[in-house]
Each structure stands twice: as C-alpha cells, then as structure tokens.
C-alpha cells in the first residue's frame, strides 16, 4: 500500500486534535515536508521500506505530529549559514535510498537536524561548517563568545 502526502494530509485535518493551532500546525508541517522532500520521497519509502518515511503509512496523530515537527525543524534550520547544502543532501538521500550508504547519509543528516535545531530554538547561535576534503567538524555554537565545534558519527550494527 503506498501513502501519499494528500492522504496524510487529510488524515491531519480530521484528527482529533486539542486545538485548532495544533491541526494547523500539523498539516502546515506535513505541507512542508511535502515541498521539500517532494511526492516522489514517499514512493520510493514504500516500495524499498525506508526506515523513516515508510511509518507514515500509521495515521495515528501522535505519528503525524512527529513528522510535522520534523518539518518545523527543517524549516526553521534553513536560516542556518551553510544549512542549505546539508539539507539538500538530506532529501538526495531520502530519495536514492536503498542505494547503498544512503541509509547511514540519512540518518547522519537527520541526526545533524535534531542536534542543530534546539540550539537554534534556544536562541543560541549555531552554523553548519562547510565540509572540505580534509574532516572538520560538522556543527559549531557560539556560546559565551566561544564558538564550540562538534562531530558527529553514528555507527550502525547490522
């Protein structure tokens, strides 16, 4: 069975929800997810099961309102410096999977999304540095004047 996004959409509108603004907030979230990673994402999440994009075959609320967060935080990271070439590869990532190594490149860049955005929420200033050949960090934040650099690295077990 493949989802679509006006499917989940739909499902958005008529959850049960506490609040307008939390509809809204969820269907808006799931509309951007819709233009960024485009109507091809979800597709390609159930014909090869993507570990992410295949659960929004559940329409519970409480799945629909993580992917609309996922959203948000996409959005609002796109102010970011540097984060454009980063969330770009997210999507190109999303969309090649199974190839191989695409898993490990999603999940990198979705790990790098959830660390940057509470830096970001929190008013903190944050940057995505540029990757170069040579390996460099692949955050920093400013904190007291100071800017702090972090790598990430994620290790899968098969």
């Known amino acids: 069975m493949n989802m679509e996004w006006p499917e989940l959409i ?4 008529r959850a049960d929800w506490p609040s307008p603004e939390k ?3 969820v269907k808006n ?8 990673f485009g109507d091809d ?10 570990p992410y994009f295949a659960e ?13 967060e996922f959203g948000h935080r996409i959005n609002v990271l796109r102010a970011v410096p540097n984060a454009y ?10 969309l090649k999977f199974p190839d191989r190594g695409s898993i490990e490149n999603f999940f990198g860049f979705f790990s790098e ?8 929420a929190g008013g903190i200033t944050t940057e995505f ?26 290790e899968f077990i098969r």
């Open 10 to 13: 739909d499902a958005a509108v």
């Open 23 to 25: 509809q809204e907030f």
């Open 29 to 36: 979230g799931l509309i951007f997810l819709q233009n960024f």
């Open 41 to 50: 994402v979800l597709k390609v999440a159930f014909e090869s099961y993507h």
């Open 56 to 68: 929004t075959i559940n329409l519970a609320p409480w799945n629909l309102q993580r992917y609309a």
């Open 85 to 94: 070439r980063r969330l770009k590869q997210l999507r190109n990532a999303s």
């Open 113 to 120: 999304v959830e660390i940057a955005y509470p830096f970001v």
């Open 129 to 154: 540095i540029q990757e170069t050949k040579t390996r460099t960090p692949d955050l920093r934040v400013k904190i007291d004047d100071r800017w702090l650099n972090k790598e990430f690295k994620l």
